[in-house]
């Protein structure tokens, strides 16, 4: 590591908070890459954690972001705003769900809407409240979306924690069946698995979800921040199967690299939340919202639905490729461009070689190696990421 590195990331050690450890500085982005500040370039596979799905920079973001700043940043919600406004039609048009929109700033935010709508939902019919969720799920950081999520790790020293969650196991409606009581208001779930392990939800399950949810009056929740926005290949990934859910919510990809989340209704409940009974400073942004309207059309565009799918297929079948070359590699799973590589030993070492090689990627749990690269890698960029994940483990595991 160069001095420039050494130099930021010793003064972030002394001044930011320890919750990450960074170990590059990245100065800047274009495309499938990003450069540090000593000017080495990486392919990245991580997309900023889900969240730059149209590349970095891309020229079309990058001007209706410059666009909307200069005409107008922030209004508040007092006013309308034209950008917000086109988008939440839009939402509303892709998902099909004949709903309404509300808007925030995050995953964990647009996930606690979801919740405190659920409640007001359930307070109006038959007095219920309780959230089932499930194990190896993850819906964010604050204090009720810790308490969505099922995961030790994340709940560890912030007890008392918000009551009204009961937990079940992933694809095993038994499970679901059995954590219902009768003040179950919602099922909320994601259709792939996250930060869990990159699991999808099987076809059965989720069908098995929305039957359960019609027969015990319950909403039926899913949590698209980082499967949707087309990554599996779908604008949301319950699109992928055939069931329609109550609420969803959006975040990481929407607005193409700037914060924002997104929760959206379906018609019944468009108007549970009434006047002033939820509210953001900051949601509906002009300028995430202009950034999410240009990344919704460069995915239309450039055709990155198809793109994830076809690509994503050509990754799946190198990732398996090296499955069964290396013991050590256990399985390929995922869908479109979310995919996990399971490994029998430590994810981060995995990971570790492969920034050796000059690509990053994520860990999912302790033994997953996650890839989640922009939607719009193309087949000669896979080429060469497909290389240096080879070269990467061979490193690991001894060629
Ligand atoms: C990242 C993530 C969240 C939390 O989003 P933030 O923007 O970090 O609050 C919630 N749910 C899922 C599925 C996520 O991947």
């Not at 990450?20 to 990245?26: D, K, L, N, T």
């Not at 033994?367 to 990421?385: H, K, M, Q």
């Amino acid at each position: 590591m160069s001095k420039k590195s050494e130099e930021i990331l010793a003064l972030y050690k002394s001044k930011v908070m320890p919750t990450y450890a960074p170990s590059v500085v990245i100065a800047s982005g274009k495309g499938v890459t990003v450069r540090d500040v000593d000017g080495m370039s990486y392919y990245d596979f991580t997309s900023g954690i889900g969240v730059n799905s149209v590349g970095y920079s891309h020229p079309k973001v990058v001007k209706a972001i410059q666009d909307q700043a200069a005409a107008l940043t922030h209004c508040s919600n007092l006013y309308a705003n034209v950008p917000a406004t086109l988008l939440a039609s839009k939402l509303v048009e892709i998902s099909g769900l004949g709903g309404k929109v509300f808007f925030c700033n995050s995953g964990a935010e647009a996930n606690e809407a979801a919740l405190k709508l659920a409640r007001m939902w359930g307070a109006a019919n038959g007095g219920r409240y309780e959230v089932v969720t499930f194990r190896q799920g993850f819906h964010g950081r604050t204090l009720a979306t810790v308490a969505a999520t099922a995961q030790a790790w994340c709940q560890e020293g912030y007890d008392p924690l918000p009551v009204g969650f009961a937990y079940a196991d992933y694809n095993d409606l038994e499970s679901v069946k059995a954590a219902l009581s009768d003040k179950t208001v919602a099922i909320m779930l994601e259709a792939v698995q996250g930060e869990g392990g990159v699991t999808p939800a099987t076809a059965e399950f989720m069908k098995g979800v929305r039957a359960l949810c019609d027969e015990k009056n319950l909403l039926m929740i899913v949590d698209e921040v980082q499967a949707g926005m087309g990554r599996t290949g779908t604008w949301f990934a319950w699109q992928g199967y055939d069931v329609k859910p109550d609420l969803f919510t959006c975040a990481k990809a929407i607005a193409g690299g700037l914060p924002m989340g997104a929760l959206v209704s379906n018609a019944k409940l468009a108007d549970t939340f009434g006047a002033s009974a939820h509210a953001s400073t900051f949601g509906g942004n002009p300028v995430a919202a202009a950034a999410a309207n240009a990344v919704i059309s460069v995915i239309e565009e450039e055709k990155l639905l198809e793109n994830a799918t076809k690509v994503g297929e050509l990754l799946r079948e190198a990732l398996q490729g090296f499955v069964d070359k290396y013991d050590k590699l256990l399985e390929v799973r995922g869908k479109g461009m979310m995919l996990g590589l399971v490994v029998d030993g430590e994810a981060k070492d995995v990971v570790e070689a492969l920034k050796g090689q000059g690509l990053l990627a994520l860990t999912a749990g302790k033994n997953v190696v996650r890839f989640l690269p922009p939607l719009t890698l193309g087949e000669s960029d896979l080429e060469d990421a497909i290389d240096m994940i080879s070269d990467a483990l061979d490193c690991a595991f001894g060629a």
